[in-house]
């Protein structure tokens, strides 16, 4: 069965950064698109970034120029490397599989992805 596990979330100060990790196991990442989710309690999930299996990419307009997404094939890892966090950013970060392209990123729905993991949570400290 396909298996993604995030993990990297963490407490934050404002402009601080996190390194966000989506590990998967029982497929190979080459062949599928990742995207990054986020949700925060009583709001919808929403799209932060995703990476076609073509290795190119798409950001949601609040996190370009902060957060970068990237893979290692090798280590079978997607990664999102956050800067410059905000208290906005506070949420639970998931990660998703599609296959080969970012539909399922665009349409957020569950029925157009093969996985997804429990999340990880990213929390402003005061």
């Known amino acids: 069965q396909f298996r993604l596990v995030e993990s990297g979330g963490g407490l934050v100060q404002p402009g601080g950064s996190l390194r966000l990790s989506c590990a998967a196991s029982e497929f190979n990442l080459e062949n599928y698109a990742i995207g990054w989710f986020r949700q925060a309690p009583g709001k919808e999930r929403e799209g932060v970034s995703c990476?076609?299996?073509?290795?190119?990419?798409t950001y949601e307009d609040s996190v370009k120029g902060r957060f970068i997404i990237s893979r290692d094939i090798a280590k079978n890892t997607v990664y999102l490397q956050m800067h410059s966090l905000k208290p906005a950013d506070t949420d639970v970060y998931y990660c998703?599989?599609?296959?080969?392209?970012?539909?399922?990123?665009?349409?957020?729905?569950?029925?157009?992805?093969?996985?997804w993991g429990d999340g990880t949570q990213v929390t402003f400290s005061s």
């Open positions: 990476i076609r299996s073509s290795s190119s990419t």
């Open positions: 998703a599989a599609g296959w080969r392209v970012c539909k399922f990123y665009y349409t957020n729905r569950y029925s157009q992805m093969v996985s």
